[in-house]
């Protein structure tokens, strides 16, 4: 059975779009594929008619600032995303998680549109981009519509998008301002799976010696991604000392449930992790606020 | 690029137009459409970047890239990297080739060479964006693109000297590698393998780069559960699905029906009401138009399979009321070694110690996927193009199978993409010979990875008790081993691995009292079989591991433990073999104690804190190994090659000798170069043929350099004798007044070519070839005393690591390493053995792990079988002891092993000076030391 029977290259998102919704069999987009055709290849997902290649509209291959957001096409390689200046400046959490995906070569076709469509519970990209709020931009056969990526997934793998008639445009994220700033971090096995054990990017608000605001995302901490709230009003308006972590530490530990999974890690050793990493974004990005004076 | 049916692509220059193949991806119709099969495909995952290729100025993973994305796209391949660039070299003219491809070849980068293509176009990439990257610049871009032979060191070094040639114009800076202590002209020189050019350009050909004409792609249909009966197998469906040319059953064998290399216990396919042992077992084979054809048939076939009990550990294997596994039950066999009394010594002893240590299964992952190609002559002959370590062991198990005489078979061995003994056994041989015996045509089988994973011999796991009795003074008086292997469902070379795990177990150390008992048995895990190592990795874990906590028990210091009991000349082995030449070790003990007190101010094992990141702890740690040369045990151990003068003055030797990355050519080469007085370019060597090379014996148990290596030192001997006699003759001249010279032959002060002096010969009917079986020394088996081996390795090492008390990630940050390799005849792939043995050893001791749970393999991805990357490369420190074997051609013996055995324990045992945590299994994974570091707090 071959992976695909046709494998098309629109040129438009209507182009697209189109060859979506008439294919003669099952349609989906691919963007750098690296996991839909895995999946398929090793009979996880099942054949596709018609791949629907959304790398070269030029839609989705902006990044740039559109008024008060910047904008970061679904088909941007994640290598791109990366080393990309504004992302750096703006999304610093974006561009390490980014830097973090697959392997060198994948980088440069992996895309944060499949990253996220793909709704894996631990993906990088899409756990950054849950920090810093991202607003998902999708067409669809009935026109474009904004949505929080928040209200995006179903279920491990599952997400609210009609693969077979909508695609992601790109991701609309918030202009960092002064004392703002964010930041992503990880553990992994040094090899192989290439999913991390537990990872984590943060958004916050510095003034002087405060937090006024915060954004926490930890993948994978159940079937969907979701911020931690809890631990966020645990640091909400305090400074991060070793009194404020450890609340929030013992908040992480009382609001999320880790799952033991046999080829990564047990709940015990994500739980003990979810501390080291806390400590090294929150760090992070309590630096940074205070560095990183936009201009 | 307006017809959608069109893909229109640029590679290397060259604008290309063809038709799209639905689900065809950039390596194929790389490889198969356009021949460029510089391209490799060795995982098929995404996940090892041997299929690495430059698009439009990027790497990208061919393998998973859709050709027909490809399309407008500039390709730039291995095969056209050297018109990008060329090499300047120090006589001022250019080498025509990439000056990446010169330096990996220059430093020895190049083994095996499969994954090498992918490591150049990776390197290329980073260089025409960073033109000179740092040592984590380079780990960094070569993160996913793995090398089994793990010549990662040099692949660093030749990178960094590439950058410097590509910056400077100059000529390549030559690599740091001393030659050996006992170098003759060529022998122990450093010299390039003979067949780099080749490898580094892309035009080396292994298995699957070979189409024929009308050739058929075969699949194979396996069991899926690890223990049943066959109830019902139907092909009838599959038969009729169009494409299908054939599909077989096991009723459909003309010959015998089993294989194996010691004991025919390995069905070639289960017929109806037999039993299925693994989950690899074979059900029926398919040869069909294309490869996607016959793995559609697959699906089509239906199978009825009766639950057994699954015996997935060998404890359980060894109860009274077990599952059968064979008909003669689950004990392949029980292994005995004695020497004096045990009991007596744990009497005279002041401490003794008991524990057990458990080793899981591991995979060879070479990176090359087995692959076979059969093809019937029009003579009635059957041909086999496949990289076999053990070419006439296939002719004859192909041969069986068929029901034909061996000479009807002939092996052509190709270049091997890596093997480490995972390629001894058959994989795809006798399936694909008998499809290309019904049908009629070539038949190619190629393994996917998945499939390589579940089918091929693991390495056995083990779980070894030790017991060890010692004085205050450190000697000990009495091992005590009890081991348990798993050779899974099948023999494979199980008993000879665990006897060498076995004779092994109480480590290389004189012991006036040894008891040790193995059983090996059969489960339904997937077989195992040899590995590099043979058996001595998992036992040298297990007393490596009890000799450090031993050493704290009597409060001394581990390296004097070992120093005071270890091995020398004159000590008798725990088989009662009396050492009498050739044991370096205590000069590789002393050498790396000392280069490990200098590097540690005299305190290696005190565990410090790094400045200004008291979380990460640094301590070293300190093992020692051996682990003999060749077959031993009374098996006759020998080689044949052949050595001839051809027409134009060159010479060519012969064996069957397999190379599978670890640099025999450069050793029967230099061997020959020197015995006959020339130039090694001279010399071409020609392996793994049935028909034209004489049998070498398994490629196995470190034997090649030692005993193949003889049989050419020989042979060029005895041609060198020849052909001094044939000019001593026709020029009246006595023999001891004729010299060689390269090319020439002085005669008297008259200078004769070579080339004329052949065809003088060969017009007179004389042929200038000289054939010698060599047999190494007779040895005795395990049980009567006397030589088991006729040589022995030796080696030390230590492991500097850096653990992580926050996460429990462990890095491995310096390894000094001593082997006793008898002579260096080839100090450049010995380098590389280091480096590699190594670097597997990191990956053992760290990492790797071949999980099956409940007879099913969890590990059949790449992805899930955490080999080593790049990343994991320390700073190698290596030291070359030469103690030589006065039997060993100048003086060798083996090493493509004990490279390996001592770096586990080292770095197990630096771990516990860290941390104060020891492991007692492997891999000692980040997480299991994160909860014993939780664990030793709370109870603290």
Redesign the interface.
Same mark, same amino acid.
Not at chain 2, 806 to 809: I, Y
């Given at each position: 059975m071959n992976i695909w029977q046709k494998y098309v290259i629109p040129r438009s998102i209507e182009e697209a779009i189109h060859y979506l919704t008439s294919a003669p069999g099952s349609a989906r987009p691919i963007g750098g594929g690296t996991d839909l055709l895995l999946e398929i290849q090793q009979g996880h997902h099942p054949p596709v008619h018609t791949l629907v290649d959304v790398t070269r509209i030029p839609d989705l291959l902006r990044l740039q600032e559109i008024g008060e957001r910047l904008f970061i096409g679904a088909a941007v390689p994640v290598k791109v995303i990366t080393e990309s200046p504004l992302v750096r400046h703006h999304a610093l959490a974006v561009a390490e998680a980014c830097g973090l995906i697959g392997g060198p070569q994948v980088r440069n076709t992996a895309t944060l549109g499949g990253n996220v469509a793909h709704a894996l519970p631990a993906a990088d990209g899409m756990i950054s981009l849950f920090a810093l709020d991202a607003q998902v931009e999708i067409a669809g056969a009935t026109g474009r519509r904004l949505q929080p990526i928040h209200t995006l997934f179903k279920g491990p793998g599952q997400s609210t998008l009609d693969l077979n008639s909508e695609i992601i445009v790109g991701f609309y994220l918030p202009l960092r301002k002064s004392g703002q700033s964010s930041a992503f971090s990880r553990v992994m096995r040094p090899q192989g799976v290439a999913l991390p054990i537990l990872n984590m990017a943060v958004w916050m608000e510095r003034e002087e010696q405060v937090i006024r605001d915060i954004h926490i995302a930890i993948g994978p901490s159940g079937p969907v991604p979701f911020r931690a709230t809890q631990v966020e009003k645990e640091l909400i308006g305090k400074s991060p000392d070793s009194f404020a972590l450890k609340r929030a530490k013992e908040a992480i530990h009382q609001s999320i449930q880790f799952r033991s999974s046999a080829m990564r890690a047990s709940a015990a050793y994500r739980h003990h992790l979810s501390e080291v990493l806390l400590e090294e974004v929150i760090g992070k990005a309590w630096q940074r606020a205070f560095e990183l004076e936009v201009a | 690029m307006n017809d959608?049916n069109m893909i229109t692509l640029t590679v290397n220059g060259n604008t290309y137009q063809l038709p799209?193949i *639905?689900?065809e991806m950039l390596a194929d119709l790389l490889r198969y459409r356009l021949k460029l099969t510089g391209t490799k495909v060795a995982c098929?995952?995404?996940?090892c @970047?041997a299929c690495?290729v430059i698009l439009n100025g990027? *790497?990208?993973?061919s393998c998973?890239?859709?050709a027909?994305?490809a399309?407008g796209a500039n390709i730039l391949t291995i095969e056209g990297l050297s018109s990008v660039q060329t090499t300047p070299a120090s006589d001022g003219s250019q080498i025509p080739l990439h000056p990446l491809q010169q330096s990996f070849i220059e430093y020895g980068a190049v083994q095996c060479g499969f994954c090498i293509p992918g490591q150049i176009m %990776?390197s290329y990439a980073l260089l025409q964006r960073n033109p000179d990257p740092s040592e984590e610049d380079i780990k960094?871009? $070569?993160? =996913? %693109?793995l090398c089994r032979c793990a010549g990662y060191p040099t692949i660093i070094s030749a990178i960094k000297a590439a950058a410097r040639t590509l910056q400077t114009g100059r000529p390549l800076p030559p690599p740091q590698i001393d030659p050996s202590s006992h170098a003759g002209r060529v022998v122990g020189t450093v010299q390039p393998r003979p067949d780099a050019v080749a490898k580094v350009t892309g035009k080396a050909i292994y298995t699957d780069d070979i189409q024929f004409e009308n050739m058929l792609h075969a699949r194979v249909k396996r069991a899926g559960v690890p223990s049943g009966i066959l109830r019902k197998l139907d092909i009838e469906k599959a038969q009729k699905l169009p494409g299908v040319v054939a599909v077989l059953t096991a009723e459909d064998i003309p010959g015998e029906k089993y294989h194996g290399l010691v004991i025919p216990d390995w069905p070639i396919m289960v017929g109806i009401g037999e039993q299925i042992r693994t989950v690899g077992d074979a059900l029926a084979i398919v040869a069909a138009e294309s490869r996607?054809i016959a793995?559609?048939a697959l =699906?089509l076939i239906e199978v009825e399979i009766e639950p057994l009990p699954v015996i997935d550990h060998p404890v359980k294997a060894i109860q009274e009321n077990a599952l059968r596994i064979h008909n003669n039950g689950n004990l392949l066999k029980h292994i005995k070694v004695r020497k004096g009394d045990v009991e007596q010594g744990f009497a005279q002893a002041d401490v003794v110690l008991e524990h057990t240590y458990h080793t899981p299964m591991h995979d060879h992952a070479f990176m090359e996927p087995e692959c076979s190609i059969a093809r019937p002559t029009p003579e009635g002959r059957m041909e086999l193009y496949v990289g076999s370590q053990i070419p006439y062991s296939d002719r004859n198990q192909v041969a069986r199978a068929l029901g034909v005489p061996e000479e009807k078979v002939r092996i052509i061995g190709q270049l091997i993409g890596g093997g480490f003994g995972g390629k001894e056994d058959i994989a795809g041989q006798i399936h694909a010979a008998l499809l290309a015996n019904v049908t009629g045509r070539p038949v190619k089988l190629l393994f996917d990875r998945?499939e390589s994973l579940v089918v091929h011999p693991k390495r056995h796991a083990t779980q070894i008790r030790v017991k060890v009795g010692a004085k205050m003074d450190g000697s000990l008086t009495a091992v005590e081993t009890e081991l348990f292997g798993d050779t899974g469902a099948y023999a494979s070379l199980g008993e000879k691995v665990l006897t060498r795990a076995t004779t092994h177990s109480s480590g290389p150390y004189e012991i006036p009292n040894v008891k040790a008992d193995c059983y090996a048995m059969y489960t339904n895990n997937p077989p195992a079989g040899a590995f590099r190592g043979f058996g001595v990795m998992q036992s040298a874990f297990a007393i490596e591991s009890m000799m450090d906590t031993l050493a704290e028990v009597l409060h001394m210091d581990p390296v004097e433990l070992r120093k005071k009991n270890a091995l020398r000349v004159g000590s008798v082995t725990n088989t009662g073999q009396v050492l009498r030449e050739s044991v370096g070790l205590m000069e590789c003990i002393e050498k790396v104690e000392a280069e490990m007190n200098r590097l540690s101010d005299g305190s290696p094992f005190t565990p410090k804190p790094v400045e200004g990141a008291p979380h990460l702890i640094r301590a070293w740690g300190f093992a020692v190994g051996y682990k003999n040369t060749g077959l031993g045990g009374g098996a006759p151990d020998k080689a044949g090659a052949e050595v001839e003068l051809r027409r134009d003055g060159t010479f060519q030797v012969r064996s069957s000798s397999a190379e599978l990355g670890q640099g025999l050519p450069t050793v029967l080469q230099v061997i020959a170069a020197e015995e006959l007085n020339q130039n090694p370019r001279q010399i071409d060597v020609l392996l793994m043929d049935t028909d034209l090379t004489p049998d070498g014996g398994p490629t196995t148990a470190s034997r090649q350099t030692f005993v193949t290596g003889n049989a050419v030192r020989h042979a060029a001997r005895a041609l060198r004798q020849l052909l001094t006699s044939e000019l001593a003759e026709r020029y009246d001249v006595p023999p001891q007044e004729i010299r060689f010279i390269e090319g020439l032959a002085q005669v008297n002060g008259k200078q004769v070519s070579l080339s004329h002096l052949a065809e003088q010969m060969l017009e007179s009917g004389r042929q200038p070839l000289a054939s010698y079986t060599y047999w190494a020394p007779a040895t005795r088996p395990l049980g009567q005393g006397g030589d088991m081996h006729f040589a022995f390795s030796f080696a030390a090492q230590a492991a500097e690591v850096e653990v992580n008390t $926050? %996460? @429990?990630?462990v890095k491995v940050l310096r390894l000094i390493i001593a082997n006793d390799v008898g002579t260096a005849i080839n100090p450049l792939g010995l380098r590389g053995q280091i480096e590699g043995g190594a670097i597997m050893g990191i990956g053992h001791a760290?990492?790797e792990n071949f999980i099956v749970e409940q007879g099913r393999v969890?590990t059949d991805?790449?992805? !899930?079988? !955490?080999?080593?990357?790049i %990343?994991?490369t320390p700073e190698i420190i290596p030291f070359v002891v030469e103690h030589p074997v006065s039997e060993g051609p100048f003086g060798a013996k083996g090493v493509g092993e004990i490279v390996l055995i001592p770096t586990i324990p080292a770095i197990t045992n630096a771990i516990y000076h860290a941390v104060g945590v020891r492991f007692d299994r492997i891999p000692v =994974?980040?997480?299991k030391i $994160? $909860?014993a570091l939780?664990e030793k707090a709370a109870t603290a």
């Open positions: - | 959608p799209e *639905p689900g098929g995952e995404a996940e @970047g690495t990027e *790497p990208v993973l998973s890239y859709p027909a994305k399309n %990776t960094v871009a $070569l993160k =996913d %693109t996607q793995t559609h =699906d998945q $926050l %996460t @429990g990630e760290l990492t969890i991805r790449l992805a !899930r079988y !955490r080999m080593p990357s %990343t994991f =994974d980040q997480e $994160l $909860l939780k």
